[in-house]
């Protein structure tokens, strides 16, 4: 986990990080939560600054109306935990909590490249595709706060099995683990690459960096993986525009770093399917604040949160 | 084009409706919307009651800010046409103009099916397959005006060609006119078939009413298409529903009328696809407005534009 003070222009001070050690139990995490950051608070007023509010970007579904953790994929220990009740009876702010890929949207519309974009949709590419939904300036939480979940959205009717069960969901195709497992399946079954070198010789240690680097090398196992991955991106993309007519589409995540390679496959995959008038209206950007994303993000949710004080929407 | 009085409780009387002569050039058809209209607001006052506003459902692409009709694609000669302003010109009353899939849903918002509804996605699975998003109790235009393009959602990347020259998108799968095109295309190539004795011999009679009533009696042709069909509206429904999180999804148009043939096997493929919590929350309803949606959704137009002036989102 990681903690760092924002101020009102989104520039992060303080920072701090540590394991999050789930395996512990949710009472273990929360205490080091609050203590983490308490200790930020303290670096803050120590030098005569003062704090507003305190936000969480936490992965999972979330109850943005309560502040409570539904479930968490990673946290089976989770199950409806109150975190803002708890943490506002340790803390003399006001806190807020959201998801972390609408921390990551939060962050984005606040300081970084959709700052002054009204609608947006938002994907990280990661251990899965998230996404966020940002319309009329806010973000579009669904019925249940679920909503934006367009690593989910069926490219490939009978494609590859999803974690979720699903068949042909963009998750399949565009996360970096996707990546890493339909390279490694194929190495498995005989395909020869320099990949399996550049992870010294251990399949286990393939990344979604390594077969970008294979890719640039002109591997052909990595450029017909990453040539596959950015066209369902693609696709995901045209139908997002096609939908939303949002005014950008922001793309984050460890595979975004590999933008170089899958954002031309992508932007024509979009020209072919997305309408021609749609298509020139929304940019197309990479997440523009790295590591401080996360950081930056969770103070966008009490930034925006304060703001709109009828957030429902 | 049809014309009607509707009433605050979205009652409709003094209903007219004639041929529209599209080929004769927009001003004729201007000047019969004029007439049309002033015919039935002399109707209105000769009972005693009194008209607030004029509402228009247009096909094509509106510029909602200026009330413009910027194209139409069965109209090809209106390019520009500031209806609202020609309108208001003509008439002492304020004028409101959106698109026929925004005042369907404006209809079923109203006082339809989607009544206490605050996020809805509205279908018409017709010539084509419209579409139109309700979030927040608003309906989303999108950043030019286009959001909502359901039907030009890739549902198979290499599927049917589409008549926007995509491949694969719903509306070459889920549409009326895709259904006849397919079983007619089919019967060209010698699959027997009961739907051509329906037709009378004559493939250019085949409707996807007569499609829908071969599927009941068991012709395995039209039972094959119409079972593509509900399965390719359910991927497209999963995608809204991962996607937005809406309480409701209404279906409308031509092809809603087989909704008992349609509607077990795409609610199955929804199942399959959407998060459960997602897809419980979703309730799939048929339209409920009939014969009537135009004129109401037209009149749910100037309603809702006049409840709420800051009307861009």
Redesign the interface.
């Known amino acids: 986990m990681r903690a760092g003070a924002v101020n009102s222009s989104g520039q992060v001070s303080h920072r701090l990080s540590l394991p999050t050690r789930a395996n512990r139990g949710p009472e273990e995490v929360i205490e080091r939560i609050v203590s983490t950051v308490l200790k930020v608070i303290d670096q803050v007023k120590s030098q005569g600054d003062w704090v507003e509010a305190v936000g969480i970007g936490s992965p999972g579904i979330i109850d943005i109306r309560t502040g409570t953790v539904v479930t968490s994929p990673n946290f089976p220990e989770w199950r409806r935990i109150p975190l803002k009740q708890i943490m506002e009876k340790r803390l003399p702010y006001p806190v807020f909590l959201d998801n972390d890929a609408n921390a990551f949207a939060y962050g984005e519309k606040w300081v970084g490249v959709g700052k002054n974009v ?2 947006m949709v938002c994907l990280t590419l990661g251990t899965g595709v998230g ?1 966020a ?1 940002i ?2 300036g806010r973000l ?11 690593g ?6 009978n494609g590859l099995k999803c974690n ?1 069960g ?1 068949y042909g969901c963009l998750e399949s195709y565009a996360s970096a683990s996707s990546v890493v497992r339909r390279v490694t399946a194929a190495i498995r079954t005989g395909t020869p690459s320099i990949i399996l070198n550049l992870a010294d010789g251990d399949l286990e240690k393939i990344t979604s960096t390594l077969v970008y680097q294979a890719a640039l090398k002109g591997d052909p196992l990595a450029m017909q993986v990453m040539k596959e991955t950015a ?2 991106l693609g ?1 995901g993309i ?3 525009i ?6 950008m589409i922001v793309v984050g995540g460890g595979l975004a770093n590999a933008w170089d390679l899958i954002y031309p496959i992508a932007e024509d995959e979009i020209c ?4 021609l ?2 298509a020139k ?2 940019k197309i950007c990479k997440a523009s604040l790295g590591d401080d994303a996360g950081i930056i993000g969770a103070a966008g949710i009490a930034c925006f949160s304060m703001q709109d004080v009828s957030c ?2």
């Open positions: 009204q609608s996404g939904i319309l009329g579009w939480h669904g019925a249940d706060g679920m909503a934006g979940e367009v989910h959205m069926t490219v490939k009717p979720c699903n066209t369902f696709i045209a139908n997002l096609n939908l939303l007519n949002p005014e072919r399917r997305a309408f008038t749609l209206t929304a429902a929407f």
